[in-house]
């Protein structure tokens, strides 16, 4: 399949979505699995369209992904508005640590004893699998920036946090199956550095940073109601771009560094706002028209008697002007990522990811949920929900990509890709058709009104 001809099959998609998207939201599906089942139908289980091997595409493929889980990461950080010592975020703390790590003990369990993996290649398996997708999950995430439901918040803080907090094993894992003993005394050095250092390291100074330059935009906006003079996807951009890359300079974690930038940004927002309640970009949806409609912002700010220079109105501008932008941007890497994903499957599908999957769903990380997380935190109903509510997507292709990228031998990387992207499509068929009408059962259950979604 040349170039022309991929042009051509991903502008069909786009645009039958685009006519269809009103028929679409109401749907009791996710789009990714419609995304999913174009690319089955375009590869060789379908038409036979496109065929590509994800060895052939690792190097890539590594790049690509990362972006769309950067962008993610990023928009999930700016959409939480909560103070960080509120309750909402205790969840996801939980989540992210103690429940991330036992579901990569069960699932590294059950690869070494069922599956007769090495434990190198089932620990790096059980990584790879571990956390929840920030690009994939944007449904059971926060609606906006008000929203303080639990679940909702728990599931957005978890997906931010444990695509950076699952590196360190990914990295464990690949040095497992390089070293195949933990006798020597690589195991000090990881924890120090990958661990200790990394993880702190990388949380601080992306939020120092997005905090930072998010209080000088805002400065610098509120003097000028030009808003060519600021443009704030560029904001976003570099932002994104900086946080990574000053965050792996030090050797700390780029993942984490990005969404703690997310979360600085969104701060410095709030102190604009005067701590208020209500988020900037709706105290000013009225005034300025293009925030209401969704769109960018226009060359020249529709106010008068120069309410630009109201700092609140400068962060409002900002915020929305950078969540419309990163949410269009998501999309479009979804679409292109899900798409090959769909194609890539019928070259690498892997029986053994049936139980696999089962489990994990089913059984581990439901498990993990139930027994770790505090009932101040979460009732009863929200720990079978969030139990639930664990999608594998982009993520996990990011780290099976960086993995297959350093160091691993062809027999332990095609193990490893079969398992992964066959989990990882079941993820997405069994949660895209479950996720729905399991999420409108829990706003019923909350008293809330639910919400249609693609």
Not at 41 to 59: E, K, N, R, Y
Not at 244 to 264: D, H, K, N, Q, R
Not at 401 to 422: C, F
């Amino acid at each position: 399949m040349n170039f022309l001809e991929w042009m051509a099959v991903l502008g069909i998609l786009l645009l039958i979505l685009a006519l269809a998207s009103a028929y679409l939201r109401w749907l009791p599906v996710t789009t990714s699995l419609i995304y999913l089942g174009f690319g089955l139908l375009i590869g060789q289980l379908g038409v036979g369209l496109w065929d590509m091997d994800f060895l052939h595409i690792a190097g890539w493929m590594e790049h690509l992904t990362e972006i769309a889980v950067l962008v993610s990461l990023f928009v999930s950080g700016l959409k939480l508005r909560m103070p960080l010592r509120d309750p909402a975020w205790k969840s996801a703390y939980i989540l992210a640590g103690p429940v991330m790590l036992a579901c990569i003990a069960g699932v590294a369990l059950l690869c070494h004893f069922a599956l007769g993996l090495s434990w190198g290649i089932a620990v790096l398996i059980g990584a790879i699998l571990a956390p929840t997708d920030p690009v994939l999950a944007s449904l059971v995430q926060v609606n906006n920036s008000r929203d303080s439901d639990r679940v909702r918040y728990g599931l957005s803080g978890e997906a931010g946090f444990n695509d950076g907090t699952a590196f360190p094993f990914v990295v464990f894992g690949l040095l497992l199956i390089e070293q195949e003993t933990l006798a020597s005394g690589w195991v000090s050095d990881w924890a120090v550095h990958r661990l200790l250092w990394a993880v702190p390291a990388g949380l601080l100074s992306g939020y120092l940073l997005g905090r930072l330059i998010g209080k000088l935009a805002i400065f610098l906006r509120a003097r000028n109601a030009d808003t060519s003079m600021s443009p704030n996807d560029s904001l976003a951009l570099a932002l994104i771009a900086l946080a990574y890359v000053g965050a792996e300079l030090i050797g700390a974690w780029g993942f984490l560094a990005v969404f703690a930038a997310g979360l600085g940004l969104r701060h410095a927002e709030k102190d604009a706002a005067d701590e208020s309640e209500t988020p900037s970009e709706e105290l000013i949806a009225n005034a300025v028209p293009h925030m209401a409609e969704g769109g960018l912002a226009p060359r020249e700010l529709p106010l008068e008697g120069g309410k630009i220079a109201e700092p609140k109105v400068a962060a409002g501008v900002m915020v929305g002007d950078i969540l419309t932008f990163g949410g269009q941007l998501e999309r479009m890497l979804e679409v292109l990522l899900v798409t090959m994903l769909g194609v890539l499957v019928s070259v690498h599908w892997d029986w053994r990811a049936v139980p696999l999957a089962l489990a994990l769903f089913l059984v581990i990380r439901p498990l993990s949920v139930w027994l770790l997380m505090p009932r101040r935190y979460l009732d009863r109903t929200q720990c079978l929900t969030v139990g639930w509510f664990g999608i594998r997507g982009i993520g996990s292709l990011y780290y099976l990509s960086y993995a297959v990228t350093h160091g691993l031998l062809p027999d332990e990387a095609e193990a490893i890709i079969q398992l992964v992207i066959s989990v990882v499509v079941l993820s997405i068929v069994i949660h895209g058709l479950s996720t729905q009408p399991l999420l409108r059962r829990y706003e019923r259950s909350r008293g809330d009104t639910p919400t249609g979604h693609g």
